[in-house]
């Protein structure tokens, strides 16, 4: 069993900075996949981010060149920076972790095993 808590969400304004951070607990190994999604209640669950166990990166286009996914092996958690954000970034962000995921499947959160709570961000002025 994987427990995930997210933290560091909160309110920005348009152009600032946010970062989260994923803590797991619990055993995640092989190859696995740790990501983050968004879901507004108008929109359904999206993918943001991901990492893969060999450390490749894979990102949404709407967030490529202003969100990097990072990972700390020894604390077992994963972060995403996020940069120049957008009033469109608004979302709860959850955090994901599957294990075995293939290529095909890492931008479909049906494929993770285990979620987080989610964190609220609100990009606002």
């Known amino acids: 069993q994987v427990h995930l808590v997210e933290s560091g969400g909160g309110l920005v304004q348009p152009g600032g900075s946010l970062r989260l951070s994923c803590s797991a607990s619990?055993?995640?190994?092989?190859?696995?996949?740790m990501g983050w999604f968004r879901q507004t209640p108008e929109k359904e669950r999206e993918f943001v981010a991901t990492?893969?166990?060999?450390?490749?990166?894979y990102y949404a286009d709407s967030v490529k060149g202003r969100f990097t996914i990072s990972r700390d092996k020894t604390k077992n958690t994963v972060d995403l920076q996020m940069n120049n954000l957008k009033t469109e970034d608004t979302a709860v962000y959850y955090c994901?972790?599957?294990?075995?995921?293939?290529?095909?499947?890492?931008?479909?959160?049906?494929?993770?095993?285990?979620w987080g709570q989610g964190t609220q961000v609100t990009v606002s002025s």
């Open positions: 994901a972790t599957g294990l075995g995921l293939i290529l095909s499947s890492l931008r479909n959160g049906a494929a993770y095993d285990y």
């Open positions: 619990g055993r995640i190994s092989g190859s696995y996949a």
């Open positions: 990492i893969r166990y060999n450390g490749y990166t």
